[in-house]
């Protein structure tokens, strides 16, 4: 297989996008991996004792403790109580404070006399507005879809080792239809542990699922080293299946970033629905900036001499496996 | 396959150069952490994206073996200077060399010039250096500044790879005037540097 | 042109000259604000947009060496235009001439005038000076004098390509006529803001 010299040179053009990306990786090893799952989340919890009388309290303190609540103008917020009156807590909601460090906050309101609410804002999704019902309104449907879109697409922007397993796949399917079929099932993997995670019926605790997820893409490191020493594995043979199995894990692990949120069960599904739908936009758009980058690569011609092309598998391989030391 | 794979590049490109006109630059930077942070920063100062796509064309004109060194160069002569700047004070007259460097790559597009390969990779050297080095100066203390510069380096290497190839493509197309097009757009980035140039001389003296 | 005050001038150029960190939060909206009122300049204005749409429709009437050439040197010379413009050198008449260029320009279409290359070279590069000394004067009070720059730079290379696809039409000989009413229509405009720019017509 690698003395074809068209499967070669096209290998090697992979390998120099690839490494490229990798070195990057490389660089951000010490910091972004420790900060990729951290679900920086505060809570504030408001239930009402009078009409229009609330009395809130952090569930969830912030880390930044700079972080404000701010209610609409008709709301007198003096903590620990906030007094809106007749109309009660509806209009604008928002944080002051938000940024990297605290990217999401939410305000769970109690009423007495009916179901309670929830509402995120984040940083991608500064205000929100709250409404008496919930779910019925069109406003409401739309603030609850580009806060979890826009979640959603953070959360795998953000998340190196999803990507770095995504960029794995990509350099093991030969062709575009594989491709297109390895990341669908990846897709459908994922999809299906996230939903299960975030309704609850499976639970798996944060620390050995990370290091299972580092583990994963150390697999992906010796296919790749595998093909490229002519034996094709598992994964070249069959990339779908192992691409769907890993999706089962790494659904589990995004799953952490929504669980986190605690939403009330009646918003949940639609939440995990845009929260999925932002992650896959994310995902789309990291698939095709590297297919890109592969065609410009061919288009100039910039190759890895022949003895590199080894390098980004290893380069993955080790990237992962020091992950995964350091989650164990 | 080709031709969809040119769209893609289109649309990548554009979707690019649409990020700093949609002009919520800070909300990225704040929201998705110091690693696009610095990947933003670049594709909002247009003294260093216009020059970036100069060159890639410039390179794109001498043909791919030669052009495709500027892909090895510039990334890495990027994160030197990234890295030079959290260590050694401003060079002297920074700006200026950096706006006399959009003047003259675009000058050298719209000339279509010959460039020896040992020019070539030495512009693209001397820009990466100069530009990895003004993205490192003067970070906030909050930044991680490690993260911000490995940002700016990644959308340097992203965009001169995605540019040279795709000018190189669009190059290899048929048609006399495609040159032509590549050569006007050096012209525009070399009126835009002579302007600014200009600038930084009459502006103070001018009332 | 609005008077600047003179402080100011130092302190945008310092400003502009420190693409620091802290200002990134602003660049974002100053080159957006750049851009827009660049990009706005020669479109709002339409002596300006005609003369520029003309200068394309005429190089596409030449033919081979003129469209080659015009979309190369007209950013360039423009620039040396803005220069002269930044430098605050005083240029007369520079409205007159905007709207002359238009007129000129249209007639030389209309009646299908094929002067030699150097010839039309050199009127299409004084009219260039004049615009771009017309776009400079006005860089330096720029939200961001980068992004205004690119913005009139590029908003006229986009009206040349326009005058340059009108033009493909002279291929059919309904065509060519028509392009040689846009021709007239441009030079009524043209003339238009020639009185008004002597005063003849308010």
Same mark, same amino acid.
């Given at each position: 297989m690698t003395t074809s010299t068209s499967t070669s040179s096209l290998d090697r053009i992979r390998a120099a996008a690839l490494t490229c990306l990798l070195l990057l990786c490389g660089v951000l090893l010490p910091t972004w991996s420790a900060s990729s799952h951290e679900a920086s989340m505060a809570v504030i919890t408001l239930r009402e004792i009078a009409p229009g009388r609330y009395l809130g309290q952090w569930t969830m303190p912030p880390v930044d403790p700079t972080l404000q609540p701010i209610f609409p103008p008709h709301c007198r917020w003096e903590p620990p109580e906030l007094v809106c009156g007749e /109309?009660?807590?509806?209009g604008r909601l928002s944080f002051m404070g938000?940024?990297?460090?605290?990217?999401v906050a939410t305000i769970k309101v109690l009423p007495r006399d009916a179901a309670p609410q929830v509402y995120t804002v984040s940083a991608a999704k500064p205000i929100v507005m709250a409404a /008496?019902?919930?779910?019925?309104?069109l406003a409401v449907w739309l603030d609850l879809a580009e806060t979890y879109v826009n979640l959603g697409i953070d959360h795998i922007l953000r998340g190196i080792d999803h990507l770095l397993f995504v960029l794995g796949l990509i350099w093991l399917t030969s062709s575009g239809w594989m491709l297109v079929r390895t990341i669908t099932a990846f897709t459908v993997g994922h999809s299906i542990s996230l939903a299960a995670a975030t309704f609850g019926w499976v639970g798996v605790p944060e620390r050995p699922l990370n290091a299972a997820i580092a583990l994963s893409i150390v697999f992906v490191g010796v296919e790749i080293v595998k093909l490229q020493r002519g034996e094709a594995g598992l994964t070249a043979r069959y990339p779908w299946i192992v691409a769907f199995a890993f999706g089962l894990l790494h659904g589990l692990g995004f799953a952490t970033a929504l669980t986190a949120l605690g939403i009330p069960q009646a918003t949940l599904p639609i939440a995990l629905l845009f929260f999925n739908v932002g992650v896959e936009i994310g995902q789309l758009a990291f698939v095709m900036v590297v297919l890109t980058l592969i065609w410009a690569h061919r288009q100039a011609r910039a190759v890895l001499p022949r003895w590199g092309v080894a390098l980004p598998a290893y380069a993955i391989g080790s990237v992962a496996a020091f992950w995964f030391l350091s989650r164990v | 396959m080709r031709t969809k794979a040119r769209l893609l590049a289109g649309a990548t490109v554009a979707a690019v150069l649409a990020l700093p006109t949609a002009a919520h630059a800070h909300l990225v930077d704040t929201r998705l952490g110091d690693f696009y942070g610095g990947a933003l920063h670049p594709l909002t100062e247009l003294q260093q994206i216009l020059p970036w796509i100069a060159l890639a064309a410039l390179a794109a004109f001498q043909g791919a073996r030669r052009a495709r060194w500027v892909i090895a160069a510039f990334p890495l002569a990027l994160l030197a200077g990234g890295l030079a700047a959290l260590a050694v004070p401003a060079p002297p007259y920074e700006s200026l060399v950096g706006i006399g460097l959009v003047a003259a790559t675009g000058l050298a597009l719209a000339a279509a010039a010959r460039v020896p390969l040992p020019v070539l990779v030495g512009l693209a050297a001397v820009m990466g250096l100069l530009h990895g080095f003004q993205n490192g100066?003067?970070?906030?203390?909050?930044?991680?500044r490690l993260l911000f510069l490995a940002g700016a380096t990644a959308i340097g290497y992203v965009v001169m790879t995605l540019a040279t190839g795709a000018a190189l493509a669009f190059l290899r197309?048929?048609?006399?005037?495609r040159p032509i097009a590549l050569r006007a757009s050096g012209s525009w980035v070399a009126a835009v540097g002579i302007m600014v140039l200009g600038l930084q001389f009459f502006a103070p003296t001018a009332s | 042109m609005p008077p600047v005050p003179s402080k100011s001038l130092p302190l945008a150029a310092l400003l502009a000259a420190i693409p620091l960190a802290p200002a990134l939060a602003h660049t974002g909206s100053g080159v957006a604000i750049g851009l827009q009122s660049g990009l706005l300049h020669p479109i709002t204005g339409a002596d300006h947009l005609v003369a520029m749409v003309a200068v394309g429709l005429w190089g596409a009437q030449l033919g081979a060496p003129a469209i080659w050439v015009l979309p190369i040197t007209f950013p360039l010379v423009m620039a040396v235009g803005g220069l002269i413009g930044l430098a605050g050198v005083p240029l007369p008449f520079v409205e007159p001439v905007v709207a002359l260029s238009g007129l000129a320009l249209g007639l030389l279409i209309a009646l299908h005038v094929r002067p030699p290359l150097w010839a039309a070279a050199v009127l299409v590069g004084v009219f260039a000076i004049f615009h771009g000394y017309a776009h400079g004067r006005e860089l330096p009070g720029a939200a961001d004098p980068t992004a205004y720059a690119v913005g009139f730079v590029v908003a006229t290379g986009l009206l040349h390509l326009t005058g340059i696809l009108i033009g493909v039409l002279v291929a059919w000989p309904a065509g060519a006529r028509l392009v040689r009413v846009c021709g007239a229509a441009i030079g009524c405009v043209g003339l238009y803001f020639l009185l008004a720019s002597v005063g003849v017509l308010s």
């Open positions: /109309r009660g807590l509806i938000l940024g990297s460090k605290q990217s /008496r019902t919930p779910g019925t309104d | 100066q003067g970070l906030p203390a909050s930044t991680d197309g048929v048609g006399g005037w | -």
